[in-house]
């Protein structure tokens, strides 16, 4: 654990910070870092009252469940559950934490191929807020490689992405990728990966590199011509509908209709949300 780099987490201008015990973390440390967050965990200020998520190692490994058990005393409110495989991989951990008197929000993450198969009875699980992706451990888990020959994502990657978006829309959760690149440094790639997941319907980006983090908001967070071009859709389309007509036809062609409507809410409502964060 460097302290170096764990002082300047603070400064990172993150919405949520994710205190790891899982991959980010070598077997003779894990019982430190359990203790380390624990301690985090009673002290939200250090991280200025934003969201904490705790990951604990999966139960079938050898750390979990005194990892859930530890965060369960700590009164943990969200935690990210790696590598869930199903419905009942989940309730698991849940029943675990509620026979301790707690029941965080569970950021389910999406990373082997099992856990693609179950994706809707995951996400439709109470307490799932959130599906991620991480095509990382899906790789490992496939045994194929994360990246094409031209350094894009290996094409299975996209199925499962849309698959994540997909089923995370149908159930009202959060949808979160992260950006895998040949080099974390190419801050244009990586802003170009961002958007393509953001086109996917993703709805926020995480990242274990800093500079990372003011793309992801960029990209993730509506900007300004976003909520003017959505005031002026809701404008137009509830004018219409008091008018009694189900559309609008500007001078340039383009047409409103309720689905334009609709995600214009949904923007204004992101924009909403940031601005009370």
């Known amino acids: 654990m460097d302290e170096r780099k764990w ?3 603070p400064a990172i201008p993150a919405d949520g910070f994710m205190v790891d015990m899982e991959d980010s973390v070598p077997p003779p440390l894990k019982a430190a870092a359990r203790r380390r967050v624990v301690d985090y965990l009673q002290r939200p200020d250090y991280f200025d009252g934003r969201l904490m998520i705790a990951r604990p190692n999966h139960l079938s490994t050898e750390w979990g469940r005194d990892d859930v058990a530890a965060l369960a005393d700590a ?3 969200c935690i990210a559950y790696p590598k869930c495989d199903s419905a009942e991989d989940v309730l698991e951990v849940q029943e675990m934490f509620r026979s301790r008197g707690a029941d965080p929000d569970i950021f ?14 995951i996400a439709a699980i109470d307490k ?10 899906l790789s490992a888990d496939m045994g194929v490689p994360l990246f094409a020959p031209d350094g894009e994502l290996n094409p299975v990657f996209e199925v499962a992405k849309a698959q994540v978006a997909i089923a995370g829309a149908a159930y009202g959760c959060v949808r979160g990728d ?15 990966r961002y958007q393509h ?5 993703f709805t926020m980006g995480y990242a274990f590199y800093p500079p990372h983090v003011p793309i992801i908001n960029e990209v993730f967070g509506p900007t300004t011509d976003d ?3 959505a005031d002026h859709v809701i404008a137009l389309y509830e004018r219409a509908v008091a008018d009694g007509r189900p559309a609008v036809t500007l001078e340039s062609g383009r047409t409103i209709l309720v689905h334009d409507y609709q995600k214009a809410l949904k923007v204004r409502a992101r924009a909403a949300a ?3 964060s």
């Open 75 to 77: 009164g943990a409110t």
């Open 274 to 276: 940031v601005a009370a």
């Open 227 to 229: 909520i003017a071009d």
């Open 108 to 121: 389910a993450a999406i990373e082997t191929a099992r856990g693609l198969l179950h994706l809707s009875e």
């Open 7 to 9: 002082a300047k987490v």
């Open 197 to 201: 997941s953001h086109g996917l319907g």
């Open 128 to 137: 799932v807020v959130s599906l991620g992706i991480g095509v990382g451990d």
């Open 178 to 192: 992260m950006a895998h690149v040949p080099d974390v440094r190419d801050l244009d790639d990586v802003r170009r």
